[in-house]
C-alpha cells in the first residue's frame, strides 16, 4: 500500500492568516483527494487534486479558500486561507490505489486561535 | 444523492464479548462500501471493502462485515473484542466503478471496558 507522508502533522495558527499542507505519496498515484474533519465530526471530501489542472471542488469548498496543487503524480498542497477558528479540524489527505481503495494521511491537526 | 447512517453513536462493549456496528446506505446502485477505524490521534485505517461477490467480507484484526442489499446494509462484527479495538469506526461508500470519492457516515465511537 501507498505510504502518506502529511506535513505539518499539527499547527496552531493566527486568525486571518494561511496554512499550506503538505501530502507526499511515495508512489505515483492517479486520485488524490483531500477531506475534512471537524471536532467531533466525520468526514467531509473537500475537493478531488488534479495532476496538471484545477482541482475538482465539493460543495462548500472553494478555490479561494482552499486552494490546491498537485504538480506531479505523488505530490499536492492543501492550503487554508484566511483561516477563522471554524477552520480547526483535521486535514487528511487521501490516495485511491488497488482499485477504489483508499488509503490516508495521518492528517494535520489545525487549530486556529 | 448517497447518505450513509451510522445509527449508533457510542456503544460500550466488554472485553472479550462480541460487537456489532450497524451501516446503512441510501444509494441508487450497490456503491462500494467500506469501514475504517480510526484510533486516538491516528489516520484512518481501512479494516475491510465490499465490491462485488460474497457477501461476507473478511478483515484485518479479526473483522468481518455482511452486505445485505434488501436490506442497503454493511454491518460490521467482530466475535471477541479486545482492548486495543477501542476506536472510531467509520463506515464508508463510493460510486461504482466511479470516482472513488468516498462519503462516510458520522461514526460510531467503541468503548471497552475491563
Known amino acids: 500500500s501507498a505510504v502518506i507522508s502529511q506535513k505539518p502533522s499539527r499547527d496552531i495558527c493566527q486568525r486571518g492568516t494561511s496554512l499550506t499542507i503538505q501530502c507526499q505519496v511515495d508512489s505515483q498515484v492517479t486520485m488524490m483527494f483531500w477531506y475534512r474533519q471537524q471536532p467531533g465530526q466525520s468526514l467531509t471530501l473537500i475537493a478531488t487534486?488534479?495532476?496538471?489542472?484545477?482541482?475538482?471542488?465539493e460543495s462548500g469548498f472553494v478555490i479561494d479558500k482552499f486552494p490546491i496543487s498537485r504538480p506531479n503524480l505523488t505530490f499536492s498542497t492543501l492550503t487554508v486561507s484566511n483561516m477563522s477558528p471554524e477552520d480547526s479540524s483535521i486535514y487528511l489527505c487521501?490516495?485511491?490505489?488497488?482499485?477504489?481503495?483508499?488509503?490516508f494521511g495521518q492528517g494535520t491537526r489545525l487549530t486556529v486561535v | 444523492a448517497q447518505s450513509v447512517t451510522q445509527p449508533d453513536i457510542h456503544i460500550t462493549v466488554s472485553e472479550g464479548a462480541s460487537l456489532e456496528l450497524r451501516c446503512n446506505y441510501s444509494y441508487g446502485a450497490t456503491p462500494y462500501l467500506f469501514w475504517y477505524v480510526q484510533s486516538p490521534g491516528q489516520g484512518l485505517q481501512l479494516l475491510l471493502k465490499y465490491f462485488s461477490g460474497d457477501t461476507l467480507v473478511q478483515g484485518i484484526k479479526g473483522f468481518e462485515a455482511e452486505f445485505k442489499r434488501s436490506q442497503s446494509s454493511f454491518n460490521l462484527r467482530k466475535p471477541s473484542v479486545h482492548w486495543s479495538d477501542a476506536a472510531e469506526y467509520f463506515c464508508a461508500v463510493s460510486p461504482p466503478g466511479g470516482d472513488y470519492k468516498l462519503s462516510f457516515g458520522a461514526g460510531t465511537t467503541v468503548t471497552v471496558r475491563a
Open positions: 487521501s490516495v485511491e490505489e488497488q482499485g477504489a481503495e483508499a488509503f
Open positions: 487534486a488534479n495532476q496538471g489542472s484545477e482541482a475538482t471542488y
